[in-house]
């Protein structure tokens, strides 16, 4: 299996702040990764796919970067409803994993 | 615009089969271009890709679930199902259906249906 790995596993920030929350894959997998956003007790919600194609309805502060092993999310100015976990996923091999996630917190 | 609901029994016992089903509105399964997919998510913790089916058959799990996960589709009812047999405590998980988007350019989860928490316990 990838394993995908995220940093940090979690992080405090201030409505405003520009945040950036790294994916690593453990080989290479293209640009075959997304992001998701789960807020607390609801189900996950895409935000990117393949690398960087912002979902639709997704806002524009946020943005998808990276290839090969190292992709980057970044929400350029947060908002109170970003405050959530993150997860990237790899589609580029059976079975699709997810990193452990990402949670943005209140400072 | 495409919904899931999941519908199953909130608990089963230990050794038993963990059956749960997702009803589709808003999409035909059989439209194509979508696998139709399980995750599921310990406790507390991160997400676990289980498997996905595409319409005509074609099927694909994670191999961790050791043969023990079996996804169906019954176009005729719009719904598609996830059998996992022998289950343990470790299978404690809110189970998540969810539709895939499928590409040449790769897959990706579009849609979700709200998560059922099955608790696995005698």
């Known amino acids: 299996d990838i394993q995908m790995t995220q940093s940090p596993s979690s992080l405090s920030a201030s409505v405003g702040d520009r945040v950036t929350i790294s994916c690593r894959a453990s080989?290479?997998?293209?640009?075959?990764l997304n992001w998701y956003q789960q807020r607390p007790g609801n189900a996950p919600k895409l935000l990117i796919y393949t690398t960087s194609n912002l979902q639709s309805g997704v806002p524009s502060s946020f943005s998808g970067s990276g290839s090969g092993t190292d992709f980057t999310l970044t929400i350029s100015s947060l908002r109170p409803e970003d405050f959530a976990t993150y997860y990237c996923?790899?589609?580029?091999?059976?079975?699709?994993?997810f990193g452990a996630g990402t949670k943005v917190e209140i400072k | 615009q495409v919904q899931l609901q999941e519908s199953g029994p909130g608990l089963v016992k230990p050794s038993q089969t963990l059956s749960l089903t997702c009803f589709v509105s808003g999409d035909s399964i059989s439209s194509g271009g979508y696998y139709w997919s399980w995750i599921r998510q310990h406790p507390g913790k991160g997400l676990e890709w289980i498997g996905y089916m595409y319409y005509s058959g074609s099927t694909y799990y994670n191999p961790s679930l050791k043969s023990r996960g079996t996804i169906s589709i019954d176009t005729s009812k719009n719904q598609f199902s996830l059998n996992l047999s022998s289950v343990t405590a470790a299978d404690t998980a809110v189970y998540y259906c969810?539709?895939?988007?499928?590409?040449?350019?790769?897959?990706?989860?579009?849609?979700w249906g709200q998560g059922t928490l099955v608790t696995v316990s005698s």
């Open positions: 080989q290479s997998i293209g640009n075959y």
């Open positions: 969810a539709r895939d988007r499928r590409t040449l350019h790769g897959d990706w989860v579009d849609s």
């Open positions: 996923q790899q589609s580029y091999s059976i079975p699709h994993t």
